[in-house]
């Protein structure tokens, strides 16, 4: 689709939703990384601490103040350390002790255990929630679990939480939350309507892929999550989700556009894979494949 063809259709059809296709605009990446330090609450406060650069400067103007004598108030140098006496060291600080937990195939075994066991989405989540068998909890703020309609038909799946999702503690918060919210206005859905998803509940510290043994032990929990909504359709979204779901190596655009299958538990599902939210942040001349693959998902067919 041309631009001109494009313009012309955001004019005829103005009340669509479908404007969210002419949205291109570059993103600031140090601005968003301010507004990610502020969010964290580690941007401290007070003038001039609300931003790294004022936290920069606060930190370079900063001298310790000399110690002084306190007979005439003058300034003396640092006292020098006190040499160890032989043979009498001060012990060393114990370590503190932390729980790891180390994904085997008894967290596997678990993971199976616990997820069988639920009978509705709350259920699941509960039992997610107190699942202690995957490592990516420790480092997680919060469990990011499904939210929407689980008796919708529909299905969305993403690759996992970024740093929004984790702190708001819901899929697809921020800015790539609401660019998918508007994906769904245009073919008449929302949040609401749909069953919004990820193939891994917390996020991996430093956005690192996980692991082979990570993704075999949160599989359970989701496997179950189809289970017990039975999407008639499913929407996956990303190189990563995809391969998950479908193997191999290929690229998200040579997967897009295709109807495919997602079996577990005896159970077929239709899937049909597209381009990520952050996919198109990154490159906004896909959102017109993103768009033949959102009608062809509203559709339910080929065409």
């Known amino acids: 689709m041309t631009p001109h063809e494009l313009a012309a259709l955001l004019h005829f059809h103005a009340d669509s939703g479908v404007e969210w296709l002419l949205e291109d605009d570059p993103i600031d990446r140090i601005a968003a990384f301010a507004a990610s330090q502020t969010a964290r609450g580690e941007a401290g406060s007070g003038s001039g601490h609300g931003s790294p650069a004022g936290a920069l400067q606060t930190a370079q103007s900063y001298r310790a103040p000399a110690p002084k004598n306190e007979a005439d108030g003058r300034a003396q140098p640092p006292a020098a350390e006190k040499p160890q006496t032989r043979g009498k060291s001060e012990p060393a600080p114990r370590p503190v002790s932390t729980r790891v937990a180390i994904p085997d195939e008894q967290a596997v ?34 469990l990011v679990f499904a939210e929407g309609d689980p008796a919708a038909g529909l299905m969305i799946v993403g690759p996992g939480p970024n740093g929004d999702d984790d702190r708001e503690g819901r899929p697809f918060a921020g800015r790539q939350g609401d660019l998918l919210d508007k994906m769904l206005a245009a073919i008449g859905l929302d949040r609401a309507g749909v069953l919004i998803t990820n193939v891994i509940p917390w996020r991996p510290p430093g956005n690192r892929m996980p692991s082979a043994r990570e993704m075999e032990i949160c599989r359970p929990f989701l496997d179950r999550q189809f289970a017990l909504a039975k999407p008639q359709r499913v929407l996956v979204l990303g190189n990563f989700a995809a391969r998950f779901f479908f193997g191999g190596t290929d690229t998200i655009h040579e997967m897009r556009g295709d109807w495919r299958t997602i079996t577990t538990g005896g159970e077929t599902f239709r899937a049909l894979a597209t381009l990520h939210p952050q996919d198109l942040m990154s490159a906004p001349i896909c959102k017109r494949l993103a768009w033949q693959d959102l009608q062809m998902f509203a559709a339910g067919n080929d065409s």
């Not at 259920?123 to 990516?136: E, I, P, Q, R, S």
């Open 109 to 142: 075994a678990e993971a199976r255990i616990a997820a069988g066991s639920a009978q509705t989405l709350a259920d699941l989540k509960v039992a997610l929630d107190g699942f202690t068998g995957c490592n990516l909890r420790n480092s997680a703020r919060n």
